[in-house]
Structure formats: C-alpha cells, structure tokens
C-alpha cells in the first residue's frame, strides 16, 4: 500500500503535473496540502478518472487540503472535532478511513514570526492537532502525512544557526511535534534515513543543486503501522521540473 504526500502549492497551477505523477507513481492515498480553492473549484473529475475516491476541504485562494484514495474513503472528517471557530475552522486539515488506515492530510499554520500572532496560533493548533489524534486513538490505526511548516531537529534544516531564531525551528514548534510522537506516532522518514541532507521544501530564490532546503513535510505513523513500511521516498526529481511547487512529493510503502 503505498501512501504519499504533496504540498502543491496550487493545485490549478500544479493539476497535471498531480495527473502525471500519480500515474506514473500509483499512490493507493495520496494527500494534499495548499490546494488553493474552495470545494466546488477542485477538479475532483481527473483524480476520479484515475480512480480515486476524492475529498477536500477548501474555501477559497488560502490553504486547502485534499485526499484521494483508491482503497475506500469513509468516516471522513473536515477539520477538528468540535465547534469550528476562526481561525481554527481554516481548511488545513482533512481525515479520512482508507483501507483500513485513518489517514489526516494536514497543513499546519507557517507562523509568519516569532513575535506574530500568528506564531501563537500555529502552537495551538498544533496542541489542538494532538488532541484531535488523542481523541481518535486506540481505533483505526492513524497516519497523519503533510506540510507540518516545522523541521522537527537541525539536521532537518540546511543552516540550523541561521534558522535559530525563526518560525519553523523554534523550540517550541518543535516540542510540539515532539508531543505527537509521544502519543506514539513514528516519523518514519527520519527513523528510515538519519542522514543530512534529507530535505523536502527549498526555496525558489535559491538553485536546486545547493540543496539549501527543509525537512518540513513529515510522515507520522502510529507504531502498529510503523514496522510495516517498506520504503520511504522523497520525490526530488518532480521539484527539479518546470513550473514546480516548492515542495517535493513524498511518499511510503506498507507491508
């Protein structure tokens, strides 16, 4: 079963390049991240045509999340649990029973800066994140896969020291990734491949090749799941091609 993962920073922009790669890669899930449009704007007819069930949750040129499965989609989810107040009730996070996995597509607020308010609300809704996972444990195992606009360790970011004082980086986004791997979750990814270098968003001001990049979309795996994957693959050839998004593609294969 192999399940992926790709911030597409517009999918009206990045639709057939998502066509291209799913048929030739064949993700049985694949999630979405910064879609860009509301509901009635994605073009769910060209994932259908390739055989996915597809849900998103968007509302207009801001976020927008997505998942399309060709192994079932059912008890789907659009945001947390509970009462949907601003800014939580943004579209930046979609769930979804597929195959007999829950699988979240998430994109977590970026945090502008330190001292920006929206700094404080990219913590809480990382808090409301792990309580949102909390509440939905001990069921069908869990994979929460997407855009977490944090690089959980210095080995995860090209230049830690620069980065030190910044979104992204700081001990306190980290520590609440931390917090989501002590409900169990595994970051499969690292634990795979614990070399430097290992990155999957660079920014466009700056060439490919000097691979000044970020570990900032992760793979979370709830540990009955973990031992089962087979691979872990981050697409670096699809942010070399023309008109990219930013981020690569990743992607891992169960057992």
């Given at each position: 079963?192999?399940?992926?993962?790709?911030?597409?920073?517009?999918?009206?922009?990045?639709?057939?390049?998502?066509?291209?790669?799913?048929?030739?890669?064949?993700?049985?899930?694949?999630?979405?991240?910064?879609?860009?449009?509301?509901?009635?704007?994605?073009?769910?007819?060209?994932?259908?045509?390739?055989?996915?069930?597809?849900?998103?949750?968007?509302?207009?040129?801001?976020?927008?999340?997505?998942?399309?499965?060709?192994?079932?989609?059912?008890?789907?989810?659009k945001?947390?649990?509970?009462?949907?107040?601003?800014?939580?009730?943004?579209?930046?996070?979609?769930?979804?029973?597929c195959?007999?996995?829950?699988?979240?597509?998430?994109?977590?607020?970026?945090?502008?800066?330190?001292?920006?308010?929206?700094?404080?609300?990219?913590?809480v809704?990382?808090?409301?994140?792990?309580?949102?996972?909390?509440?939905?444990?001990?069921?069908?195992?869990?994979?929460?896969?997407?855009?977490?606009?944090?690089?959980?360790?210095?080995?995860?970011?090209?230049?830690?020291?620069?980065?030190?004082?910044?979104?992204?980086?700081?001990?306190?986004?980290?520590?609440?990734?931390?917090?989501?791997?002590?409900?169990?979750?595994?970051?499969?990814?690292?634990?795979?491949?614990?070399?430097?270098?290992l990155?999957?968003?660079?920014?466009?001001r700056?060439?490919?090749?000097?691979?000044?990049?970020?570990?900032?979309?992760?793979?979370?795996?709830?540990?009955?799941?973990?031992?089962?994957?087979?691979?872990?693959?981050?697409?670096?050839?699809?942010?070399?091609?023309?008109?990219?998004?930013?981020?690569?593609?990743?992607?891992?294969?169960?057992?």
């Amino acid at each position: 079963m192999r399940i992926a993962s790709w911030n597409v920073n517009s999918i009206r922009v990045r639709m057939p390049r998502v066509v291209s790669w799913a048929r030739r890669h064949r993700p049985d899930v694949l999630t979405l991240q910064e879609t860009r449009c509301s509901d009635t704007d994605f073009p769910h007819g060209e994932l259908e045509a390739l055989g996915y069930e597809v849900v998103h949750h968007g509302d207009g040129p801001r976020n927008g999340v997505a998942i399309a499965s060709r192994v079932g989609l059912e008890s789907v989810e659009k945001g947390f649990r509970g009462p949907q107040r601003g800014p939580y009730r943004e579209p930046r996070l979609v769930g979804a029973v597929c195959g007999g996995i829950r699988v979240h597509s998430v994109y977590v607020p970026n945090g502008r800066a330190l001292d920006d308010t929206h700094y404080l609300f990219k913590l809480v809704w990382l808090e409301r994140f792990r309580g949102h996972v909390q509440l939905l444990s001990g069921g069908v195992p869990q994979i929460a896969l997407g855009d977490f606009n944090v690089a959980p360790a210095d080995i995860d970011i090209y230049d830690p020291v620069r980065w030190r004082r910044r979104t992204h980086a700081s001990p306190p986004e980290r520590e609440a990734v931390a917090s989501l791997l002590d409900l169990g979750l595994s970051d499969v990814f690292r634990d795979r491949d614990p070399s430097s270098g290992l990155f999957t968003w660079w920014n466009y001001r700056s060439p490919l090749e000097e691979n000044r990049g970020m570990r900032i979309d992760l793979a979370l795996v709830e540990g009955s799941l973990a031992s089962r994957v087979t691979a872990t693959v981050v697409d670096r050839s699809e942010r070399a091609s023309d008109r990219p998004s930013d981020h690569a593609p990743i992607w891992l294969d169960l057992d």
